[in-house]
């Protein structure tokens, strides 16, 4: 799956590792603003008041 | 075939530490960051941290405290300064102590039914310890004898930490006028905060206890130690 990504990447060695950091920094971005808070709306850990509830 | 399947595993795998690490490190700082600004914006609302000129300088004693009324749920009324959680700590108290509408959303909740900052009795409030800026996140490292300033529209209120205890979730008698005292009358002005024990866990509660030390009005000037903070620029 990344070999063949890596094989997609156009251009020298150097331009295709630099593509390969911008693409992963991307998928960041795009889990921290959307996934994530998406995702933490499910996981209630917390509790953090005293009674019945 | 196998070789996709398993740089998949590897990537869910990846992902799982992604999401706990922003959950549990970025998101709180992100989040703590916003909600100290927000708290220091609400308290610069209420009037200048300097005192008025006519204040008269030194320790002076202003009386009893003046004990403001518990607003709608879900409004924010008070700020709480915490030095020993840093100096830039300024999180907002909201009336109510919901989950969704409160706690995930202003930081620090106040338990209906319980007393207001200053009023004899309890002032209790709920936070959390981990997640939506975790503003109880330090709970634990408090010492006896730190300071906990609580402002409101009226005033600064200083607390003295006591002490903490751990308790079941069911054990609502911390919230008491008097803590863990059903049916006595209370006599002093105190302070109780919950989050959840341990730390990543919600399976018990850690419990804060504080007592008013003194009072001031809002004319009278931010107390010494917080000065600083309260006129931080947002």
């Known amino acids: 799956m990344y070999g063949a990504l890596w094989r997609l990447m156009p251009g020298p060695l150097w331009l295709r590792i630099i593509l390969f950091i911008l693409f992963f920094v991307i998928v960041l971005g795009v889990l921290v603003v959307f996934v994530f808070p998406w995702l933490n709306t499910f996981v209630n850990v917390?509790?953090?008041?005293?009674?019945?509830? | 075939m196998l070789g996709i399947i398993g740089e998949l595993l590897i990537t869910a795998g990846v992902l799982v530490f992604l999401f706990l690490g922003w959950q549990l490190w970025l998101n709180d700082l992100i989040v703590g960051s916003d909600q100290n600004k927000a708290g220091v914006a609400l308290a610069q609302g209420w009037g200048s941290p300097k005192p008025a000129p006519d204040a008269g300088a030194g320790d002076k004693d202003y009386g009893d405290p003046v004990v403001g009324t518990a607003p709608a749920n879900a409004t924010q009324f008070a700020v709480m300064y915490i030095p020993r959680f840093g100096a830039d700590y300024s999180r907002s108290v909201s009336e109510g102590v919901g989950t969704k509408d409160v706690l995930d959303k202003n930081g620090i909740g106040h338990y209906p039914g319980t007393q207001m900052p200053g009023q004899?009795?309890?002032?209790a409030v709920a936070a959390h310890r981990t997640t939506h800026g975790a503003p109880f996140h330090q709970l634990a490292t408090l010492q006896v004898g730190d300071r906990i300033y609580v402002q409101t529209q009226d005033g600064y209120y200083t607390y003295v930490f006591r002490g903490l205890e751990y308790v079941r979730p069911t054990g609502v008698g911390v919230l008491d006028p008097v803590p863990q005292s059903p049916?006595?009358?209370?006599t002093d002005r105190l302070m109780t905060m919950t989050s959840c024990n341990p730390m990543y866990s919600a399976s018990e509660r850690i419990i804060a206890y504080a007592s008013l030390e003194s009072w001031q009005p809002i004319s009278a000037g931010a107390p010494e130690e917080i000065l600083a903070t309260v006129t931080a620029k947002g």
């Open chain 1, 46 to 53: 917390n509790d953090v008041t005293v009674g019945d509830q």
């Open chain 2, 183 to 186: 049916g006595v009358a209370p």
């Open chain 2, 120 to 123: 004899v009795g309890n002032f």
